[in-house]
């Protein structure tokens, strides 16, 4: 039986608050030199303080051994399962950025890149150009390409390197494979329909990279082609509002995080570029809100870089501000991460994440530290993140007895 049979008759509404705090790529594994991992290595005493008066354990985001990307890992914490609803990046980034999609536009999430002579991709990010030059050259593939055999294309700045689109047409799919060879100094892929449905879908995109190609060929930039990502459609979830019965908000800085929240009915706040600014925010707009969604992201930059001290750094300075949230009171909060991003391993894997749930409502374990041995000791044991939410409701007294 899953939660979505028996909900609707436990679920109810309080005036109780939640708060679901999610440092990006959060867990790691030990650096091979000290044996210890960026959370055992940082001097975090306030997030230690938090695990000291919660219950803690470890989640696993889609299930053991599967490393799993942002959508997955973020619906997953949302108490969705990350198996069954599927949302492709592209979506993700429209939704972000503001674009607002149809039911049967195909939404992609776009890199600009460098090629050589031979369309080998020599840069896949373009060498992170400024998100002003993503501008300029987005208008100027605006200017040139608006349809191509009766589909209506337009394309979006992101931020940096990154760029949105979005078909609007009719027989479109988003069942085409993708051009990113996914590593440096392999040749431009490309695109393929998956099935019949594709094939129309694949030759306007395979049109659309030739056009640009064109447009950027004596551009002075290293942007020189698109690489097209997350195609996808729109997908049908219920909302927060109609599954929980809560009104509920996104703090985020990056659009990805922001899609996925619109996905899910949450209103978006919006908020500045630093840590310290989402802790304004959240203060500021407490009142309005019965569920916050807090996302902190460069934990995870830090360890897709590579970056073990920089991680190590980034949860000190999180650490700094985060006594602001026992200024609020929510009557459940967890601190955990969609996924870990072990500066070792330079990308996300599928180790288990360290959480701690703080709630009056809760049982303390003897935890004395904020880290992924310390977590595995706690009371809360291993388990799925799609659980996460349903033990803040149950914390927050939103569930009910179920059965007689």
Known sequence: MEYEEILPEIIGKNENKILLLVLDGLGGIPHPETGKTELETANIPNIDEFAKNGSCGLSIPVLPGITPGSGPGHISLFGYDPIKVLIGRGVLECLGIGVNLGKEDIAIRGNFATIDENDIVTDRRAGRISTDEN???????????????????SINTVKEHRCAIVLRGKNLSPDVSENDPQKE????????????????????????????KEILKNVNS???VILLRGISKLPDVPTF?????????CI???PMYKGISKVVGMDIIEVGETVEEEFDKLEKVYDNYEFFFLHIKKTDSMGEDGNFNGKVKFLEDVDK?????????????AITGDHSTPSVLKGHSWHPVPLVIVSPNMIRDDIERFSERECAKGILGTIYAKQIMYLLLASSLKLGKFGA
């Not at 987005?138 to 294309?153: C, M, P, Q």
């Open 185 to 212: 100094n392999l040749p431009l892929k490309e695109i393929l329909p998956l099935n019949q449905e594709g094939k129309f879908t694949a030759s306007v995109l395979n049109e659309f990279e030739k056009k640009v």
């Open 135 to 153: 501008k300029k050259i987005v208008d100027l593939i605006s200017k040139n390409i608006k349809e191509i055999n009766g589909v209506k294309i």
């Open 222 to 224: 290293k942007a020189k």
């Open 252 to 254: 985020a800085t990056y």
């Open 321 to 333: 501000k985060i006594w602001r949230l026992k200024k609020l009171n929510f009557s459940a909060m």
């Open 241 to 249: 509002q109609e599954k929980y019965k809560l009104k509920s908000a």
